[in-house]
């Protein structure tokens, strides 16, 4: 079992950046491909960004990449996404999710932990 806990959600101006992080318990942390999902209002969740069990391996969605970087800290069961030069088509609740699995997956019913979820917005 695992609980995550998101934060680092807030108002920002287009252009700007926010560093989320999602805190997680338990103590097999490693053993879990960690990701970041958003949702709009009227929108279905979408992958945003997966680190591997390692952090060595990345991926993201089309829309962020260059801009958003996610990594993790195994010795903090943590893991980051620093979102640099936000827009306003950024605007989502950003989860945080955990997926016991030995590769990155990326599709929502893959990931069997989920956060609450933390509120990104940002203004033109």
Do not use: H
């Not at 989920?114 to 509120?119: E, P, Y």
Request: hydrophobic share 35%; proline share 2%; glycine share 10%.
């Amino acid at each position: 079992q695992v609980q995550l806990v998101e934060s680092g959600g807030g108002l920002v101006q287009a252009g700007g950046s926010l560093r989320l992080s999602c805190a997680a318990s338990g103590r097999t942390f490693s053993s879990y491909v960690m990701a970041w999902f958003r949702q709009a209002p009227g929108k279905e969740r979408e992958f945003v960004a997966a680190v591997s069990r390692s952090g060595g391996s990345t991926y993201y969605v089309d829309s962020v990449k260059g801009r958003f970087t996610i990594s993790r800290d195994n010795a903090k069961n943590t893991v980051y996404l620093q979102a640099n030069s936000l827009n306003p088509e950024d605007t989502a609740v950003y989860y945080c999710a955990a997926a016991y699995s030995n590769y990155i997956r990326t599709l929502v019913y893959e990931y069997a932990y989920w956060g609450q979820g933390t509120q990104v917005t940002v203004s033109s």
